[in-house]
């Protein structure tokens, strides 16, 4: 069964302190690795997709990276900001289609 | 604004009953799809439609039943509702399918008492 873990559930960071979100995955066959920002009760946003051979993708200050041989990837925040208080959602494609998300990891960023 | 529009934003119904969502994909935009989200769950893909025509179906009960019309904008239609359908439910739309990356919308509130 494709699976998608994300640690750690939820994290609180100080403005302006970076942080380092962690995805794991089992999908099967690997087609890409997608990471979005979902404000509560809000439609989640793309910050990321990276296919197979990328292992690194920037956003401004969201970079993520993916090792696909060890079927992880990590999305690091710089400078973090209020505003980038969200859930962060690792998505896995996989086949034509098929996307498998993550529970999410809860960011909190406090003043 | 992702340009992706679904109504209504809220709904609250009684169990048993059946009610339909709709959604409007950004101009252009050939695929659709439908996604539920429990507060205890992540994200969960429901069915995709491309061009009118079913793509992919994920983990969508027999109870629940998607189109996509001529002029490309969806409906989710929930029959005999349980309290464990109460979600938020997402459509997205993305240009083909694929690789493509997708857009979503606001979401619908779905609440059976």
């Known amino acids: 069964k494709n699976q998608v873990e994300q640690s750690p559930q939820s994290l609180i960071i100080l403005e302006g302190k970076n942080c380092t979100l962690q995805?794991?995955?089992?999908?099967?066959?690997?087609?890409?690795l997608r990471w979005y920002k979902q404000d509560t009760g809000r439609g989640p946003v793309s910050l990321t997709i990276m296919t197979f051979s990328e292992n690194t993708k920037s956003n401004g200050r969201y970079t993520a990276t993916l090792d696909a041989d060890t079927k992880q990837s990590s999305l690091h925040i710089t400078a973090s900001q209020l505003s980038d208080s969200a859930s962060y959602i690792c998505?896995?494609?996989?086949?034509?289609?098929?996307?498998?998300f993550g529970k999410g990891t809860m960011l909190l960023v406090s003043p | 604004d992702s340009g992706v529009t679904q109504t209504p934003k809220h709904l609250i119904t009684a169990t048993g009953q059946r009610v339909t969502l709709r959604c409007s994909p950004r101009?252009?935009?050939?695929?659709v799809y439908w996604y539920q989200q429990s507060l205890d769950q992540g994200l969960q893909f429901l069915i995709q439609?491309?061009?009118?025509?079913?793509?992919a179906k994920g983990n969508i009960l027999e109870r629940f039943s998607a189109q996509q019309f001529p002029d490309l904008h969806s409906e989710l239609n929930l029959s005999s509702l349980e309290l464990g359908d109460s979600a938020l439910y997402f459509c997205a739309s993305s240009a083909t399918t694929g690789y493509n990356e997708q857009f979503f919308g606001p979401g619908t509130r779905l609440t059976v008492l």
């Open positions: 995805c794991n995955y089992t999908v099967s066959p690997f087609s890409n």
């Open positions: 998505v896995v494609g996989s086949g034509y289609s098929t996307l498998t």
């Open positions: 101009s252009g935009d050939l695929s």
């Open positions: 439609y491309y061009n009118g025509e079913e793509r």
